[in-house]
């Protein structure tokens, strides 16, 4: 069975600098889906950034980019320029290959990040 | 342009006490979820929809039941409520496909429910 581990359980990060979340997962598929997503005091979700598996090019929204290393399982995400808004619970996920039974998300156990003014 | 809507937000039910969390979404999409979300536990699969009149066990299915009479609807009932499923509950619906477009889940707001 597919596992998300998130081993931070909080972060905190001064406004303007850099941070790095970390995600690891473990799959026996090639193919698959991978996502941040954010979840503020408000309790939506909402989605970060996604990277598909087989791209190599790691996946990049503005402030926010990811580490992909396939080999080692591994799916970080970096916030620059951290702002007071990006305080919130981040969650990464996994979704497998197209068919129904294994469209479902996997979410890790999220890690809660203090920006720090 | 709705998105996912959750009904009701808030519920406080008794132990043994029955009640139904409507999720209805406007987007057309076949698969739809329903999640638990507990302190530090990340978010749990109870029971999934791939589509019409289908329904699916996820991670965590036992005290819940689901139906998905209407595409656009699908439904989560506790037919005895127990403390253990005081949490927060979130819908989810997202399109079936190949693209990685079809893979991205659009969530509701989230329903808390306790049960005293």
């Known amino acids: 069975a597919q596992t998300v581990t998130q081993s931070q359980p909080e972060m905190s990060v001064q406004e303007a600098e850099t941070v790095t979340l970390s995600c690891t997962y473990d799959?026996?598929?090639?193919?698959?889906?991978l996502f941040w997503y954010k979840q503020p005091p408000s309790r939506q979700m909402i989605l970060v950034i996604r990277?598909?598996?087989?791209?190599?090019q790691n996946a990049t929204e503005n402030r926010f980019s990811v580490n992909f290393q396939k080999a080692a399982k591994s799916f970080s995400l970096k916030i620059s320029d951290s702002q007071l808004g990006d305080a919130a619970m981040y969650f990464c996920?996994?979704?497998?290959?197209?068919?129904?039974?294994?469209?479902?998300?996997?979410f890790g156990t999220g890690t809660l990040l203090a920006v720090q003014p | 342009n709705a998105g996912v809507t959750q009904t009701p937000k808030f519920r406080v039910l008794k132990t043994g006490q029955s009640m139904t969390l409507l999720c209805a979404q406007d987007?057309?999409?076949?698969?739809m979820y329903w999640y638990r979300q507990d302190p530090g536990m990340g978010l749990r699969l109870i029971h999934y929809?791939?589509?019409?009149?289908?329904?699916a066990k996820g991670e965590v299915p036992d005290g819940y039941n689901v139906s998905r009479l209407k595409k656009q609807n699908f439904l989560l009932g506790l037919e005895s409520a127990a403390p253990s499923q005081t949490s927060v509950y979130f819908c989810?619906?997202?399109?079936?496909?190949?693209?990685?477009?079809?893979?991205?889940?659009?969530f509701g707001a989230g329903s808390r429910l306790t049960v005293l």
């Open positions: 799959t026996s598929e090639s193919d698959y889906y």
């Open positions: 996920a996994y979704r497998g290959p197209y068919g129904g039974a294994t469209n479902k998300l996997i």
């Open positions: 990277q598909e598996a087989y791209k190599q």
């Open positions: 989810a619906s997202s399109f079936r496909g190949h693209d990685s477009g079809a893979n991205v889940l659009t």
């Open positions: 987007m057309n999409h076949e698969y």
């Open positions: 929809s791939v589509g019409e009149g289908t329904t």
